[in-house]
């Protein structure tokens, strides 16, 4: 992989909660634009992984680099969407999507053009006036989706965001990811327990092995898009990922 | 369509009905009011019959007998004093409670001195006040002060410890300071909670007003009552009664329309 390339550096990331080992010694690169899925077992620290590359909790050492510089938010774009519904009760449809836009204090008209374009994208226009509260659950989801890559972000993190779904619904948001992710160009790092998602969304996966987490195994998807669940090779990938999960 | 609007006219109907139910109710009431106190079961020096108080409610407006005031200036004076004691404590009690909710050196600095005012009864503090600032306005805003101030704080102090936590992580994450998240996070989603603090505030105000004035006053609603029952007049108590339990019906009004613009998301 060319150095140039390379937009997210993890150096030697570990984390303990007193005790107990979570994370040991994580090391991956991520390139500028790259789609980037991480599965592991039930139970491996994924959660642990998101926030501390989110910077929400210290690590016990090792560091996170975002353009050769140490990730931080306050300089770094950088986007969560939550597994949990984290949109704004308080806040519309639109108003939800320009938050952290003002966090960041971006110009009145860039914030406009911005959430113009996502709110297009996402076919949100009859609901801009809405409350979150009004809409369905996938409908909020797509929301935190849609606020996340309003951000243009340097990195951007989802935490099975589509955890809580159906599964045709499951689809159509994937779907609608990719389109996003093209459409923006985002650094994305989706952490996921279905594989079948991951080989349906990644470029690459990244497995964890059981606690205390390291990477056991990288796999290259490049399958061309949009993807068929049925195609053998998609089959094969999902296998040989569920394998490697199955057995450490 | 059509099913909808009969049934929209369905319970515009039933409303009406319970509407009609609710006025023969408040009529019966004063009917047999009136007609025992006509038939002598009730003596005119202890209740005024219903008439009798609507007429001496005209005569108020330009009579100033027997407290000195008319009910127009008896209302002005005691809103004046109400109001100036709840909106301090909301301006006051509220941004307390929801700074001590966030801000944790703030907590465990004034939590223990707020502690030790919150049981004492508002009405404890009549004598203190009245040695310190008199009788005038500023001793009974004070008292009112007193009942409202805690409510404000312990209402918007639980909403905003209430605060959902991934809320929070999603402001961090966009790289929000502690104060902008307490601003564009925090305050927002503890308004719900701090609106029903006033709401108590609001009560607790009008309901102080009565007891503050019947200690220490010179006009107002509560002064008139008990000036009523020096001159053995039960028509201008029953008079201020109604003036207060009515004033008190709009205020819930009012405050009941503000809450619904403010926190629309909740009501919508």
Same mark, same amino acid.
């Given at each position: 992989?060319?150095?140039?390339?390379?937009?997210?550096?993890?150096?030697?990331?570990?984390?303990?909660?007193?005790?107990?080992?979570?994370?040991?010694?994580?090391?991956?690169?991520?390139?500028?634009?790259?789609?980037?899925? !991480?599965?592991?077992?039930?139970?491996?620290?994924?959660?642990?992984?998101?926030?501390?590359?989110?910077?929400?909790?210290?690590?016990?050492?090792?560091?996170?680099?975002?353009?050769?510089?140490?990730?931080?938010?306050?300089?770094?774009?950088?986007?969560?969407?939550?597994?949990?519904?984290?949109?704004?009760?308080?806040?519309? #449809?639109?108003?939800?999507?320009?938050?952290?836009?003002?966090?960041?204090?971006?110009?009145?008209?860039?914030?406009?053009?911005? !959430?113009?374009?996502?709110?297009?994208?996402?076919?949100?226009?009859?609901?801009?006036?809405?409350?979150?509260?009004?809409?369905?659950?996938?409908?909020?989801?797509?929301?935190?989706?849609?606020?996340?890559?309003?951000?243009?972000?340097?990195?951007?993190?989802?935490?099975?965001?589509?955890?809580?779904?159906?599964?045709?619904?499951?689809?159509?948001?994937?779907?609608?990811?990719?389109?996003?992710?093209?459409?923006?160009?985002?650094? !994305?790092?989706?952490?996921?327990?279905?594989?079948?998602?991951?080989?349906?969304?990644?470029?690459?996966?990244?497995?964890?092995?059981?606690?205390?987490?390291?990477?056991?195994?990288?796999?290259?998807?490049?399958?061309?898009?949009?993807?068929?669940?049925?195609?053998?090779?998609? #089959?094969?990938?999902?296998?040989? !990922?569920?394998?490697?999960?199955?057995?450490? | 369509?059509? &099913? %909808? &609007?009969?049934?929209?006219?369905?319970?515009?109907?039933?409303?009406?009905?319970?509407?009609?139910?609710?006025?023969?109710?408040?009529?019966?009431?004063?009917?047999?009011?009136?007609?025992?106190?006509?038939?002598?079961?009730?003596?005119?020096?202890?209740?005024?019959?219903?008439?009798?108080?609507?007429?001496?409610?005209?005569?108020?407006?330009?009579?100033?007998?027997?407290?000195?005031?008319?009910?127009?200036?008896?209302?002005?004076?005691?809103?004046?004093?109400?109001?100036?004691?709840?909106?301090?404590?909301?301006?006051?009690?509220? +941004?307390?409670?929801?700074?001590?909710?966030?801000?944790?050196?703030?907590?465990?600095?004034?939590?223990?001195?707020? $502690?030790?005012?919150?049981?004492?009864?508002?009405?404890?503090?009549? +004598?203190?006040?009245?040695?310190?600032?008199?009788?005038?306005?500023?001793?009974?805003?004070?008292?009112?002060?007193?009942?409202?101030?805690? /409510?404000?704080?312990? %209402?918007?102090?639980?909403?905003?410890?209430?605060?959902?936590?991934?809320? =929070?992580?999603?402001?961090?994450?966009? *790289?929000?300071? &502690?104060?902008?998240?307490?601003?564009?996070?925090? =305050? /927002?989603?503890?308004? +719900?909670?701090?609106?029903?603090?006033?709401?108590?505030?609001?009560?607790?105000?009008? *309901?102080?007003? =009565?007891?503050? $004035?019947?200690?220490?006053?010179?006009? *107002?609603?509560?002064?008139?009552?008990?000036?009523?029952?020096?001159?053995?007049? +039960?028509?201008?108590?029953?008079?201020?009664?109604?003036?207060? *339990?009515?004033?008190?019906?709009?205020?819930?009004?009012?405050?009941?329309?503000? $809450?619904?613009? =403010?926190?629309?998301?909740?009501?919508?």
């Amino acid at each position: 992989m060319p150095n140039d390339d390379v937009k997210i550096k993890v150096r030697n990331l570990t984390k303990y909660f007193g005790d107990l080992h979570v994370l040991d010694n994580i090391s991956f690169d991520v390139k500028k634009g790259e789609f980037l899925c !991480v599965v592991g077992p039930t139970g491996c620290g994924k959660t642990t992984f998101l926030n501390l590359l989110t910077k929400l909790i210290p690590p016990t050492s090792g560091e996170l680099y975002i353009n050769d510089e140490p990730a931080d938010p306050k300089i770094h774009n950088i986007s969560f969407a939550f597994q949990e519904p984290s949109a704004f009760p308080w806040l519309t #449809v639109e108003q939800n999507l320009e938050f952290g836009l003002k966090i960041k204090n971006i110009p009145k008209d860039v914030i406009k053009t911005r !959430v113009e374009r996502i709110i297009k994208l996402l076919g949100l226009e009859q609901f801009r006036k809405s409350y979150p509260h009004q809409l369905s659950v996938s409908s909020e989801q797509r929301i935190i989706i849609g606020r996340s890559f309003a951000m243009y972000p340097d990195l951007l993190l989802m935490d099975e965001p589509y955890g809580q779904m159906d599964i045709k619904m499951r689809y159509y948001l994937e779907d609608e990811v990719i389109k996003l992710w093209k459409e923006f160009g985002s650094t !994305v790092i989706f952490i996921t327990h279905n594989i079948e998602e991951a080989v349906y969304l990644a470029e690459r996966i990244l497995i964890l092995s059981n606690k205390p987490s390291t990477i056991k195994k990288e796999v290259v998807v490049d399958l061309p898009r949009p993807r068929d669940f049925t195609d053998p090779k998609f #089959v094969e990938i999902r296998k040989y !990922v569920t394998e490697l999960i199955k057995w450490w | 369509m059509n &099913n %909808n &609007n009969l049934l929209k006219k369905g319970r515009r109907m039933g409303d009406l009905k319970y509407m009609i139910l609710s006025v023969i109710s408040v009529l019966t009431f004063l009917l047999i009011w009136q007609l025992l106190v006509i038939f002598g079961v009730l003596s005119t020096r202890t209740i005024a019959a219903p008439t009798q108080v609507l007429v001496t409610f005209f005569e108020k407006f330009y009579s100033t007998a027997p407290d000195g005031a008319t009910i127009f200036t008896n209302i002005a004076v005691s809103l004046k004093v109400s109001l100036t004691g709840f909106f301090s404590a909301i301006i006051i009690g509220t +941004p307390l409670g929801m700074l001590m909710g966030w801000y944790k050196p703030l907590d465990r600095f004034i939590r223990p001195l707020f $502690e030790i005012i919150r049981p004492i009864p508002p009405i404890a503090w009549i +004598p203190l006040t009245i040695l310190w600032v008199g009788i005038g306005l500023g001793a009974k805003a004070m008292i009112i002060f007193f009942s409202a101030f805690v /409510p404000c704080v312990i %209402n918007s102090y639980t909403g905003i410890k209430l605060t959902s936590q991934v809320h =929070v992580s999603v402001a961090k994450t966009f *790289g929000a300071s &502690n104060f902008k998240i307490f601003r564009t996070v925090g =305050v /927002p989603s503890s308004m +719900p909670m701090a609106f029903a603090g006033i709401r108590i505030a609001l009560g607790n105000s009008w *309901g102080t007003l =009565v007891a503050a $004035e019947l200690l220490a006053a010179n006009a *107002g609603l509560g002064y008139m009552i008990m000036m009523g029952r020096q001159f053995v007049r +039960p028509d201008v108590i029953i008079l201020g009664m109604l003036t207060i *339990g009515i004033l008190g019906f709009i205020f819930t009004w009012i405050f009941t329309k503000i $809450e619904n613009v =403010v926190v629309r998301w909740r009501t919508l």
